[in-house]
């Protein structure tokens, strides 16, 4: 692991935040996409992110009291 | 990463020791120092030594003894690593993540209500409990499932103990849910009855979750923060204007509804919110009120640190003889199904197994996010409890106690309560209900209130300043409310799925998610289980948080004892029933403490039955008993009373049941002599190339 500077550290806690809203990170996505899946279209962030939205709500996760 | 087990150099003896001593100090202070107040501060030391200790000894006990945790072993996320569901994530990431979704209202209410036997047998359940109970339970569920591919509860009994095991506990999932939703509403439905600044601000997310909707859907697509930002803003806006709104006379008077509109109001909601688009007003209001839970959380460990209160309610009152005015029962069983968030938690169970095993990179850090994810909320338990301590027990109780027992008036709750040995005079419940802006402070059970108050005189005590408190106030309140109604809104819709999944079963076409038909009737089955119960509680004789909040309680640490038989089902499986005692022991507790209290509710002078015999003789007698206002109201308070009896038996018949199982399960795999756990396969970290 690399020495954290502040740059990781608000990268992590952007990361952090967006998952707690159940959209997962776009950078490693694409990422996964290009590496095992180089025929599929790469989705733009907004795409991604509306995919992801409807898919929190599914109802298999829930929430605590 | 985790490496074998190393001594611990002379100097981490010394630490550790010292570290050990400094938490038995302040504890003994706590427990011990009779006669002058404390300060909170030797409670929340206290509380983070045993914290410290317990992660660093006994959930690495757990994990390299009964879990047996290997950091060489792959992890589902590396293993079907698809880039959205199961990702290898740093580890701090998914603990943020983890903990965002364990902590809800739940560890704010408990402790607050079970502050009326004072904060010493609270503040010890809560440490026990989490460091042998919850956190055992949400670690070791977490360990099974990154052994089985990140499968949920449901799924692993149905693998371990059959399945018909796995259909009674998904049965008891949903009617815990129900329960759930209908207090946690009700919660709200206290904090906003009478209360036209409480209820703008609340009405006024709706249309600020709306225009971040939009905003996020086709302005500026998936920007979360730049929208969460200015949702709070117009939120910290609209608490600023709501006491405009309340001392106007026409606006005060249109947001000024009792109980009853209120909860007609919150299920009219509960519907539409899970009818409509998830973009438009779940997934905004979600958002808003998942930074804002955090945030909050932080304000309030920053407040408590820096204002370091004193603790006015006694250590132990001569409520822990069941005479309590906020719930009914003795000290056992009742307080450990009060506190049910915040010591253990049967709901963690379902969090445990869902996301979070998906996205760990690695089994060495299931310990971390695991076992210490539950030591965080316990520590917001252990400081609802200091804010609610921190109160005058005046206060405190003219808050908590319906009005059954302290009356409608100042004056004679301030009689009433001083009798009980908390002297109070009018004059102060008075002040306290004109400093935070609103009418009156008495009967406002359900914990979001008083965490209020509490809140705003710690705020207030740092940041001083004319008419702050109130702000501070409806700050607590609509911050509660707010995520109240998320976890509304996204529970109904969760028990529209699994409703429309179990009447597919009878009518295939309602099974189709997307067919309006099924939605449509789906939700509004679901809105109307809840509903019954929330309404059931806006009518109570005693004010509904003490009627429901113990059926909720049996509920909820029902499922952790389901979650505890299978972790102990799992480890005699897997041949390690030398540590059997590790899940055991806790999942006997439950199983003792919610048969217990499950037994006093349903026979007994603080039973269900015993209510609703009591209203069915006063109507044959022809009498009439409040708050009831006619004789067909009485007759619906007795009806509530056996659906809550016949529920609470549902639950134990429940608990027998899955014990029956899971004691089957113990018996044959203790017979045979190899391992029978179905754990997917050893797949070496170093082997799996793509990542």
Known sequence: MMKPNLQSIWKRAVQTARLCCGVPDYDVYIKHLREHHPERDVPTYAEFFRERQVARYKGTGGRCC | MQTAVTQPSPAGKILWAAIAIVGAWCLGVVALRRGEPINAIWLVAAAIAVFVIGYRFYSKFIANHVLRMDASRATPAVLRNDGLDYVPTDKWVVFGHHFAAIAGAGPLVGPVLAAQMGYLPGTLWILLGVVFGGAVQDFMILGLSIRRDGRSLGNMLRDELGPVAGVVAMFGVLVLMMIVLA???????????????????????????????????????????????????????????????????TWGAAFNFDARALAWLLIAYGFCASVLPVWLLLAPRDYLSTFLKIGTVVLLALAIFLAAPTLQ?????????????????????????????????????????????????????????????MLMEAFVAIMALVAAASLHPGVYFAMNSPSALIGTTAQD?????????????????????????????????????????????????????????????????????????????????????????????????????????????????????????LYQGAVDPLGGINTLWPLFGIANQMLAAVALMLATVVTVKLKRERYVWVPGIP?????????????????????????????????????????AKSAAEMQRIVTNNYVDATLTAIFMLLILTMLGFALNAIAKAWRINHPTAREEPYVALGSVTTR
């Open chain 2, 313 to 373: 309610m006694p250590a132990v009152t001569k409520f822990i003889d069941g005479t309590g005015p906020v719930f009914q029962g003795n000290l056992f069983p009742f307080l450990f199904i009060t506190i049910a968030c915040g010591a253990v938690s049967g709901w963690h169970s379902i969090i445990a197994s869902g996301t979070t095993p998906k996205l760990l990179s690695s089994e060495g850090e299931a310990r971390m996010v695991g076992y210490g994810g």
């Open chain 2, 413 to 533: 709750a301030a009689t009433a309560i001083s009798q009980w040995g908390f002297v109070v005079t009018p004059d102060e419940l008075l002040n306290t209900a004109k400093n935070i802006g609103e009418g009156s402070i008495l009967s406002r059970a359900g914990g979001a209130p008083t965490l209020a108050v509490g809140m705003a005189q710690l705020l207030h005590g740092i940041i001083p300043g004319e008419g702050m408190m109130a702000f501070w106030y409806h700050y607590a309140i609509l911050f509660e409310a707010l995520f109240i109604l998320t976890t509304v809104d996204a529970g109904t819709r969760v028990g529209r799925f699994m409703i429309q999944e179990i009447a597919g079963l009878i009518h295939e076409p309602l099974k189709h998610t997307e067919s309006w038909t099924g939605n449509l009737v789906a939700t509004a089955v679901c809105v109307g289980l809840w509903g019954y119960f």
């Open chain 2, 183 to 249: 207090v946690l509403a009700l919660v709200v439905v206290k904090a906003l009855t009478h209360s036209p600044w409480g209820t703008f601000t609340v009405a006024c997310t709706i249309p600020i979750a709306l225009l971040m909707g939009v905003y996020l859907r086709f302005i500026r697509p998936g920007k979360i923060l730049e929208v969460s930002i200015i949702g709070l803003v117009l939120l910290l806006a609209s608490i600023w204007f709501g006491a405009y709104v309340a001392a106007s006379p």
């Open chain 2, 587 to 627: 999942a006997i507790w439950l199983v003792v403490c919610t048969l217990t209290a499950g037994w006093y509710k349903l026979s007994g002078s603080i039973s269900f039955t015993a209510a609703a015999q009591k209203y069915a003789q006063a109507i044959a007698d022809g009498k009439l008993l409040a708050p």
